[in-house]
């Protein structure tokens, strides 16, 4: 059978007023990959995953998901599509507990509506077990079964609340996870905890598109390397051989002091 | 489990209580004002749901109140219906307007969405006002006929009481439900962080619209129960000073608590009864009373008392100094 | 259960009449006919004047808005303290009419100033919503405090150059419709100026445009909120106390106004003082002609026109700044 494209961008272009973030890119992900999106600072990384996620429409191009036109669709539906993400900005819903915030994760899981919430039907509590006990598997996953289940989102630590995220994204049991610079803030020691993380989360069948600055991370983990530069694909192939393409040597010596 | 217990046990604390709350008072004047309290607490649950949970504001929700209070007014008084019959189309009427007014309102945000409310507030208040050959304008419609369970008619303050106070129960119920829920949760979420929900699957804009219409209902739950309790309605009750002050309840006795919306609708009741005998004094308090509290206890009453009753434990003499 | 709203009638400035006699009396009303050029003429007039009004109170809740993100609902108090101040002095104490309109700025000016001092600052980091409650007890406060002060009933003042009214192409203009466009008029030029050409003006608008980078550059942020209130506060209170003789001075005329005045603001944009004039003016024409049409409905007019624009454009239309 031949290898699934779990994410398809085609000649995608999306602009700001005068300025293109995203000028036709175009790439693919298959099933099972580790891929990483990379480049310098403005490249257009976030607006990409903005774009695949539905937080921004298209101006051109297409996107697919599992061969499914997914462009124009409401956030919401494509996450039922099973695309979900972290954010490089923490936006995790600081007024609710940790569990909550994970459970919030699975809401596609389950389907209780207003009325039989406020009846506390038979079905909406048996759903409400199974939340509860998906969300606390997402949680033992990437290590946060330490931190007590009720604790405040917001009283967790920066590391911890990106790793809370990461669960929150699981719950959602997802076919293609967006992983929004993780890295970013993290000790040495915590990235390579990241590291083992994401290759765990790969076992479990789900396909891992990362954008990250840490570059040893991403050459790591990653199958597959895209990189952006000013919005246009500049380079795509393995880390190693993208390592020594002298375009993308250029685009970041070009950036660096 | 744990959790569920000690909810239950707390709704079932004061629903003793106020079971036995007409045999403490004596008054006939206290049962009507505590059945007042009981009205207003539901329209506060409604708000505090859309306001402290779903961080939604409406500057207007007097309307729905009225559109409930008239409908019941005037299916039972000009048409003749039941007034059971009344109450639940002022329940559909209040959920129904909601429906129609949220879609376009909720795409707006901030105070966008608090002018929206109040103008929209405003106009109902013309409508009651004008629509005379329905609403009898600023004459207002009397005689409205009582609630009778089982041949009896519910006209004394005692029943009116009981009828009021199991409403709020069960709307107290209802709620805390929703909020500990599936429902309750994505509403929460879209509080939080209005993207992350989205893109974890929640539709924020039907939660919104759905905790807007579940606001209305009861709302417009209220205004029937008023409708019958006081067995006359006004266009004037129901206008923008109303509405502010159903905020004020809301957000005095704490947005984000269920037991807030008891508190902030006692006190403000209450309050506004005591002011009433200072006459002239009583609108300078009420204002200064009112900014004092948002400016230093900004999180509600409720909240405040609770910050403040920790603070006083962690001051108690025989503790060592550090820590406080 | 709650206090009534008044629907009330401190806004309307002349009512909807057919021409002048040759005399000077005043001309038959109507309602609900066809209007004519010189009765559209006269609403236009009316309109205008009563649009004026409205965008001086627009201005000071974009000048407040821009300068804090609260929008002020105490706005309306500061017309409503205008008036009866300005009333007090020159009917009570006979001041001329000048000193008691200058009495009327100052006064209310320090309102401002002080309200800003007492209820915004230390308030300062709280939510939307806490913020509207302060500003909406602060209303009620001064509300309470003026009818204790004034009384509950309406005070007239006296116009400020007679009553005679002069015909227009057939529509009837009283002196004070002319005194009040005028020295709004003059208002807006001032500020203009005032932001153009001063320091002081344009430290405002920078602090309004991106607060921080203003800090940065040494502008003392809560300074220029602090003017920003004291302005609103002139604004409002000038407004008031040349409005008075026209629609008279009353303990609760700052409800309706204070919340027309927003919806102008609202019509022309949010946080753009041009638009909150334009706006101002817009809805004051909109409403005399309406009224003129369906006096009963004149109210909803300016509620109606807002909700027309939050629904279809929320920014209004000059407006800039995005949600």
New interface residues.
């Given amino acids: 059978m031949a290898d699934q494209q779990v994410l398809e961008l085609n000649e995608v272009v999306k602009r700001f007023g005068g300025l293109t973030a995203v000028d036709h890119v175009g790439f693919s992900v298959r099933k099972g990959q580790i891929k990483a999106l990379i480049g310098p600072n403005g490249a257009g990384k976030t607006t990409v995953f903005n774009l695949v996620t539905g937080v921004y429409g298209l101006d051109d191009g297409e996107i697919r998901l599992a061969g499914a036109r997914a462009n124009g669709l409401p956030s919401h539906r494509i996450a039922s599509l099973g695309v979900a993400r972290t954010f490089q900005q923490v936006e995790l819903f600081a007024n609710m507990s940790v569990l909550e915030n994970v459970m919030v994760g699975a809401h596609r899981q389950s389907n209780s509506g207003l009325v039989s919430c406020a009846l506390r039907s038979r079905r909406m509590r048996a759903q409400e077990g199974r939340l509860a006990e998906r969300a606390r598997d997402c949680l033992k996953l990437v290590g946060l079964d330490v931190v007590a289940p009720g604790a405040e989102a917001r009283s967790l630590s920066f590391g911890q609340q990106r790793l809370l995220e990461v669960a929150r994204a699981l719950a959602a049991d997802p076919m293609l996870l967006l992983l929004d610079e993780p890295a970013a803030g993290l000790s040495s020691a915590e990235s390579a905890r990241l590291g083992e993380l994401v290759e765990r989360i790969r076992e479990l069948g789900v396909t891992v598109l990362v954008v990250d600055h840490d570059m040893d991370l991403v050459m790591r983990i990653s199958d597959e390397v895209v990189v952006l530069d000013h919005g246009v694909k500049i380079a795509e192939g393995s880390p190693r051989a993208v390592q020594r393409d002298p375009k993308v040597i250029a685009a970041y010596l070009g950036e660096e002091i | 489990m744990k959790r569920e217990l000690k909810r239950y046990q707390a709704i079932g604390l004061v629903a003793m209580a106020a079971i036995a709350l007409p045999r403490a008072m004596s008054a006939d004047y206290q049962l009507h004002l505590a059945a007042i309290i009981g009205i207003n607490t539901i329209i506060v649950l409604g708000l505090n749901l859309l306001m402290g949970y779903a961080g939604q504001v409406s500057l207007g929700q007097a309307a729905f109140v009225g559109i409930g209070a008239y409908a019941s007014a005037i299916l039972t008084v000009k048409v003749g219906l039941s007034p059971w019959l009344g109450m639940a189309a002022a329940v559909a009427l209040g959920a129904l307007t909601a429906a129609i007014v949220g879609v376009p309102l909720l795409k707006l945000r901030g105070h966008y969405l608090a002018m929206g409310t109040l103008g929209f507030g405003m106009i109902v208040h013309i409508v009651l006002v004008q629509w005379d050959k329905l609403t009898d304008g600023t004459v207002g419609i009397m005689g409205i006929p009582p609630l009778s369970a089982a041949g009896v008619a519910l006209e004394s303050a005692p029943s009116m009481y009981y009828l009021v106070a199991l409403c709020v129960i069960v709307s107290t119920a209802l709620a805390s439900n929703i909020i500990d829920s599936r429902v309750g949760r994505a509403m929460r979420a879209v509080h939080g962080s209005e993207v992350a929900a989205e893109t974890s699957g929640v539709d924020t804009a039907r939660y919104k619209l759905q905790v807007f219409i579940l606001s209305g209902a009861l709302a417009g739950l209220a205004g029937s129960l008023y409708a019958h309790h006081v067995t006359y309605v006004h266009p004037d009750t129901f206008g923008f000073a109303y509405s502010i002050q159903l905020v004020v309840m809301a957000v005095l006795g704490g947005m984000t608590s269920i037991w807030g919306a008891v508190v902030g609708a006692a006190a403000v009741t209450i309050i506004s009864e005591e002011l009433r005998q200072y006459q002239e004094y009583s609108t300078i308090l009420f204002g200064a009373v009112l900014m004092a509290v948002m400016i230093f206890m900004p999180g509600g009453i409720w909240r405040g008392a609770g910050d403040l009753y920790r603070r006083l434990r962690r001051m108690r003499p025989g503790r060592a100094r550090a820590g406080v | 259960?709650?206090?009534?709203?008044?629907?009330g009638d401190a806004a309307s400035l002349t009512p909807p009449r057919g021409p002048a006699g040759a005399n000077g009396e005043p001309g038959e009303i109507r309602s609900g006919m066809a209007p004519s050029v010189s009765s559209l003429l006269q609403y236009l007039v009316s309109g205008v004047t009563l649009g004026s009004i409205y965008g001086m109170i627009a201005l000071g809740f974009t000048l407040i808005?821009n300068s804090t993100g609260v929008?002020n609902f105490a706005q309306g108090e500061f017309v409503a303290y205008g008036a009866l101040v300005a009333i007090s002095c020159s009917t009570t104490l006979g001041l001329p009419m000048p000193l008691a309109v200058l009495a009327a700025l100052v006064a209310v000016t320090a309102l401002g100033a002080v309200l800003e001092r007492l209820?915004i600052r230390?308030?300062r980091g709280?939510?939307?919503?806490?913020l509207?409650?302060?500003t909406?007890?602060?209303?009620?406060?001064?509300?309470?405090?003026a009818?204790?002060l004034w009384g509950p009933d309406a005070l007239p003042m006296r116009h400020f150059s007679g009553e005679t009214p002069m015909g227009f192409a057939g529509a009837s203009v009283l002196p004070q419709h002319l005194w009040v466009m005028g020295i709004v008029l003059t208002t807006m030029i001032a500020l203009w100026l005032l932001g153009e050409r001063t320091q002081v003006g344009k430290a405002m608008r920078a602090c309004a445009a991106d607060r921080e980078a203003a800090q940065l550059v040494g502008i003392p942020a809560s300074r220029m909120v602090m003017l920003s209130f004291a302005l609103s506060g002139m604004l409002g209170g000038l407004a008031g106390a040349i409005v008075a003789p026209l629609a008279m001075g009353q303990f609760d005329m700052g409800?309706m106004l204070g919340?027309k005045g927003?919806?102008a603001a609202?019509l022309g944009g949010?946080g753009n003082p041009v638009g909150a004039v334009l706006g101002g003016v817009l809805l004051g024409v909109l409403e005399s002609v309406g009224a003129g049409v369906r006096s009963?409905?004149k109210?909803?007019i300016a509620?109606?026109v807002?909700?027309l624009v939050?629904?279809a454009k929320?920014t209004g239309l000059l407006g800039r700044r995005a949600?």
């Fill in positions: 259960m709650g206090r009534s709203s008044k629907v808005y929008v209820a230390p308030a709280s939510s939307v919503i806490t509207i409650i302060i909406i007890g602060a209303s009620i406060l001064l509300r309470g405090i009818m204790k409800i919340l927003f919806a609202i949010i009963e409905f109210d909803a509620f109606g807002m909700l939050l629904l929320p949600q």
